[in-house]
T-cell receptor, first 121, second 110 residues
Framework: GAVVSQHPSRVICKSGTSVKIECRSLDFQATTMFWYRQFPKQSLMLMAT?????????EQGVEKDKFLINHASLTLSTLTVTSAHPEDSSFYICSVLPGLAGGPTSTGELFFGEGSRLTVL | SQKIEQNSEALNIQEGKTATLTCNYTNYSPAYLQWYRQDPGRGPVFLLLIRENEKEKRKERLKVTFDTTLKQSLFHITASQPADSATYLC?????????FGAGTTVTVRA
């Protein structure tokens, strides 16, 4: 099956600093990746859809200037939390959609990374 | 706005019994529904997908039903084992975007 690598798995930073999280698709090219955040005992909330070679599509209520997404290649998407504050502390998870979005090879199944636990002091 | 509800936050069952989890949704007409397993501190792992024109799907000890009239999916784990202890998430989708429920945590006692 697909393997998605997410790094770092845990990060602790001071308030006001920026943190970059990487998501790599190891088994196949991914035109589309997704970034979620998850608070304890809550569902995964989609933050944005990362599209290779173009701007990310953000969900309503997600600040695009605070959560910068770059999808420069078909195997790598990065999420940068800028000027992090304690309320940004959360579990951030990326996922990869195999094949072209909506295409015949796409069944909608997502392959998730292991997640990144961000703690902002 | 669309809403996805999973029956209970936690389910405790005896090993060997069948665990039944419920996923209800409103204000949504998904093309497919998926179930994922999530262990603490880990990303979700895909288990099963069922499409709107399918009534039931099975995979080993797992069974999923999908009733688009009731707007409900049932997820069954038969002959449960302690290793099945995890949080199970239902997710609904159209095209390629998924919306997740909050999950039900299953604990299987030996």
């Amino acid at each position: 099956g697909a393997v998605v690598s997410q790094h770092p798995s845990r990060v602790i930073c001071k308030s006001g600093t920026s943190v970059k999280i990487e998501c790599r698709s190891l088994d196949f090219q991914a035109t589309t990746m997704f970034w979620y955040r998850q608070f304890p005992k809550q569902s995964l909330m989609l933050m944005a859809t990362s599209n290779e070679g173009s701007k990310a599509t953000y969900e309503q209520g997600v600040e695009k200037d605070k959560f910068l997404i770059n999808h420069a290649s078909l195997t790598l998407s990065t999420l940068t939390v800028t000027s992090a504050h304690p309320e940004d502390s959360s579990f951030y998870i990326c996922s990869v959609l195999p094949g072209l979005a909506g295409g015949p090879t796409s069944t909608g199944e997502l392959f998730f990374g292991e997640g990144s636990r961000l703690t902002v002091l | 706005s669309q809403k996805i509800e999973q029956n209970s936050e936690a389910l405790n069952i005896q090993e060997g019994k069948t665990a039944t989890l419920t996923c209800n949704y409103t204000n949504y007409s998904p093309a497919y529904l998926q179930w994922y397993r999530q262990d603490p501190g880990r990303g979700p792992v895909f288990l099963l997908l069922i499409r709107e024109n399918e009534k039931e799907k099975r995979k080993e000890r797992l069974k999923v039903t999908f009733d688009t009239t009731l707007k409900q999916s049932l997820f069954h784990i038969t002959a449960s084992q302690p290793a099945d202890s995890a949080t199970y998430l239902c997710a609904l989708g159209n095209d390629y975007k998924l919306s997740f429920g909050a999950g039900t945590t299953v604990t299987v006692r030996a």
